[in-house]
């Protein structure tokens, strides 16, 4: 069994989120004693957990955090992603149907990112995992969730919630919706899942089939009354479609054209997925 002690050192950039849980499997591997410097009670839990999986008993909040940690599931990547923002345990745990204790529990055993969640390259590396960087690899929806969360707050997260799981919008943006509320939340959802789409498509051929999803937000933008050029995103997202080749994007090439849209044409290699090692309960990155 090989067991790196990076994933579970404290200054290491390659720390686990799950680092108590590594820590754990090595001291019962390598039959270590307790070392004030890196061990903690949190820790004699996880040891207990490794050791038996069902130390805890049915209802006990160890139990139900280990539980969600071992299957990949909604309800795990929503806990993951409300982790990555400023919320509370008790408001993460009213949104998530957990008993707070629960909350933290799964926190300090398997998710633990609060104390580095201003080390930003970390958090995207390490908990995350799904980001420009690498592409947005890894599974989906649970990657945009965490990405969303992590970049725009709990808000974004409620709005890409409700697109991705097909649910009613929260009420401070429906409410925003005031001439022709029917007509403007279908284009805002549209949109959200315009960009969404974009950003997680995972060869040429899919950005493709997203023309005709791009010419639906045009013509609920007409129809809606919307001025379409005053959007930044349907310009964008048609200027990336084009630069990739996609045929239908309706973007007219400039010789005085800003970079953005030259510099994707050179098809310059996709970045290389961030190397991260799986820990139990984690599935490997696409």
């Known amino acids: 069994m090989e067991i790196n002690p990076m994933d579970w050192l404290p200054h290491s950039f390659s720390r686990s989120p799950a680092w108590r849980m590594l820590r754990a499997e090595y001291r019962v591997h390598e039959k270590t004693r307790p070392d004030p410097s890196v061990d903690d009670e949190w820790t004699e839990v996880a040891l207990k ?6 130390a805890f008993g049915p209802g006990h909040p160890v139990q139900a955090a280990f539980a969600l940690w071992t299957r990949e599931h909604e309800s795990r990547w929503l806990l993951e992603a409300r982790l990555l923002t400023a919320q509370s345990f008790d408001e993460i745990a009213a949104a998530c149907s957990l008993s707070t204790a629960a909350v933290e529990a ?18 995207m590396a390490m908990a995350v995992r799904s980001a420009p960087m690498n592409d947005f690899a890894g599974p989906q929806p649970a990657g945009i969730w965490k990405y969303a969360a992590f970049t725009g707050g709990p808000r974004v997260l409620e709005v890409v919630l409700a697109v991705t799981l097909g649910r009613p919008l929260p009420a401070w943006k429906s409410e925003t919706f005031l001439k022709n509320p029917p007509l403007e939340e279908a284009y ?21 089939s997203l023309v005709e999803l791009g010419e639906q937000l045009r ?17 964008l997202m048609g200027e990336i479609l084009s630069a990739l080749g996609c045929p239908g994007s309706g973007v007219s090439e400039s ?28 599935s490997r990155e696409e």
């Open 188 to 208: 805002f959802r549209t949109k959200v899942k315009f960009t969404l789409a974009v950003l997680t498509a995972r060869s040429d051929h899919r950005l493709g």
């Open 255 to 282: 010789p005085n054209r800003p970079t953005v849209g030259k510099a994707l044409k050179k098809r310059a290699p996709r970045p290389a997925p961030v190397s991260v090692q799986p820990t139990r309960g984690e």
């Open 219 to 235: 013509a609920l933008a007409a129809e809606a009354g919307f001025a379409v050029s005053a959007d930044p995103l349907l310009p």
């Open 49 to 54: 957990l490794i050791r038996s999986p069902g």
């Open 106 to 123: 799964y926190h300090e055993l398997f998710f633990h990112v609060r104390p580095r969640l201003d080390a930003r390259d970390w958090v």
